[in-house]
C-alpha cells in the first residue's frame, strides 16, 4: 500500500499534540521555571536576582542536606527490596487460590492502597500511639517497655518504611500477579513432564520470566520512596532531632516556612537529578543482570 | 412547613440586605477554631447586625503554616483578604515578605484607636525597627500555672483562700511536684511534651527567667545564651527523670491528663481556661481548680507571650479602595470596643481601656494572671521565630528528644543553635 508519508506524520502530530501542549503546560515549563529558580535568591512568589551557583554552594555546605540525603538512602534501603519481595510472595500465594476466593484475597491486600495518606497515618498514629495505641501491649512484650515510635531516633524510620509497605504493597501485588497470569501454564506442564521440582519450576521459570515485571516493580517503588514527604510530614515531622528529615521536608521547609523559592527549588532540582540518575541506572543494571 | 418558612424568611433577608444602600463588604480571613471560633463568630455576628451598611464575610482556616502560607500567596496576587487574624511573633517574617500594609495614625483615628490604648510591649511587637506599626494587636495570651486543689489541701502551698502561694523559686515548684506526687499524683505536673507548642513556650520562658535570648543580631544563642538554653533544657529533663512530667504527651492527652484529675499541675495556654469553666459549671471536673501566672522560678521575672491581633494584607499590585479601608477600620475599632467577650476565652484583652476596666479586673480567672502582660516576652524578632516557625519545629526536634533522655541538654542546645544558625545563614 502507498501511503502518504506527509499526510501520515500530519496525523501522528494531530494525534499527540493535546498531550504534548499539557506536558509542556503543566510539566516541562514549571521545570524549567524551577531550574531557573535554582539560580536565583527569590521568594516563594515573585522573581529574584540572579545568584549564580550560590544557592547550590550553600546546598553543598548544608548539614541538613547530607542528613535528609542519608534518610532517603536509609528509607528506600528499607522499603524497595522489602516491599517487592513481600509483594512476590504474595502474589505467588494470591496465584494459588481461584475463583472468588482469589479475587477477595486480592481486594482485602489491595484495600489500604485505596486510603488516602492522611488516612492510612491517622490509623497507624492511633495503633501505636504511646498512651492508648493498641499495638503498644505487643511491643512492650518484645521490648519489656512501651515504646512512643515516632520520637524514638531508631525506631522511627523503620516504622515510618512498614507502614509505606502495608500502604503500597497491593499494587505490586497487582503487578505481580498480571505477570504470572501471563507465563503458559504449558512451560509449568512441559517442565512437571521433565520431572521438575517446585523449587526448580520457580527458579527456572517463573523467576526470569517474571523478571521484567520485577525490575519495574523495583524501578517504581525507588523513584516513589526518594519522594518521600507526606507519611514523614504527618507522623515524625523530620523528628527527632532529624532521624527521619528528608530532602523533600527541606523544600518545604524553605520554600513554604521561610520564603526561601530559589534555594527550595536548588534542593528540588539535586532531588530531581538524583531521582532521575539513580532510576536510569537501575532499570539498566536490572535489564542486564535480567539479560544472563 | 418549618424549612417554608425559613425560606421565604431568608428570602426576605437578602432582599432586604440588597435594598440597602451601598454596603461594603468586609472579607475576612482568621484561625479562630474551637472555643475560640466559637466566641468570634459571636462577635462577627454582633458587628454586622449592628452595621447594616458593613459586611464582614468571615472564613477560618487552619492554625500554623496552612494558613499563613495561604495569606501569603492570596495577599501577593491580591486575591486576600481584607482583613486578618495574625500572630504578632509573626510580623517580622510578615515583614520581610512584604505582605502587610501599614498602620497609620489617621487609619487608628478612624477606627477610634490611639497607641497608647495598647499595651507597650503589644505595640512594640506589632511594629517593625522604625516603629511604624503593622498590626493591630487584640489580646496577649500567655502560658499559665493550673493546680488542682485536691493535691494540696492541708499543705502551705494554699492559703485560707484556697488560693496558691509560696511558689517562688524552681525548688518551691519542685518540692510542690513531690508532694503532689507522694498524694498520688501520677504525673503531678502536665504539659504537651510531644509537640512543638508546649515544649516551646516553657523553654522560652525558661530562658527568658535568666535572661537569656535566642537569638540576638542574627546569632542563635550567642555567648552564655548556649549555657542558659542548656540549663533550661536540663530543667525539663530533670522533670521527666523525676517523672513529674508525662512521657511523649500530645496535647490532647497533656489536657486530659489535668482535666481527669490526674496531674496536679498544668502549664498550658490561657485558651484552655474556657474548658476548665465549662467542666466545672457541667460538674463533669471532679475537683477545685485555679490558674496563676507562670511563677518566677529562675533570676527574672519573665513569660512567654504572643498575641491575636487584627492585620491588613496587600492587595497584589493594587491599592485598597479608601471607603474599604475606613470600614476595616471601623471593624477593627469595634473588635477592640468588644474584647471582654473574647476575654472570656481566658486571653487578656491588649486593649488598656477594657484591660483595665472594672468588668475585666472582676473576671476570673483572667485577672489573677492578668500581671503576665508586664512579664511579656514576645519570640525573638526573627524570620525564623514566631508561631509555626523552624524555631517551633526545632522545640519538637531537638528538645522534645532531650526531656526524654535520648540526648544531653549540652549536645540538645549546641544541636538547635548550628541548625537554627544554618537557616539564618
Redesign the interface.
Known sequence: MITNRRKHIVVAMTLIAPFVFIFALVFLYPTLKMVELSFTNA????SGEWVGLDNYRRLFN???FYTSLKNNGYFVLLTVVPTTVIALAIALAVNRLAGSMQALVLAVFFLPYILPVSVVTQIWAWML???FGILQPLIEWVTGKPV?VF???SWVMPAVASITIWWTNGFNVLLFIAGLRNISPDLYEAAALDGASRRQLFMKITWPLLWPVTALVLTLQLILQLKLFDQVYLLS??????SSYVLLMMVY?EA????HGGYASAVAVILFVLIMIVSVLQFQLLRIGGRK | MKLLKSMILATATFASAGSAMAQTEVVWWDFFVGGDGQRMKALIGQFNDEHPDIQINATSSEWGVPFYTRVRTAAAVGQGPDIMSYHLSRVPLALSEGILTPITDSDLEQAGLARDDFFPRSIEAASNDEGTLYAVPFDIHSIVLYYNKSYLEGSDYLDEAGNLVGIESLDDLNAALALAQDNGSQTPLSYQTSGPGGIWRIFHTLLSQQGGTLIENGEVLPGDNLDKATRAIAIMQDWGDKNYQPEHAEYEASVALFTSGRSAFFINGVWEVPTLVDMEAAGTLGFEWGAVAVPTLLEEDAIWADSHAFAVPIQGNKEMAPEKREAVMTVIGWMEKHVLDWAAAGHIPAYLPVAESEAFTQMEPNATYASLADKAVYDARSDIAGVASPVYDAALNVIAPAIHGFLEPEQAAEHMRQELQALLN
Open positions: 521568594p516563594l512568589i515573585g548544608d548539614n541538613l500511639d504511646f498512651q512512643a520520637n524514638h531516633p515531622g523530620g523528628g527527632p532531632f532529624n521547609r513554604f516556612q521561610l520564603n
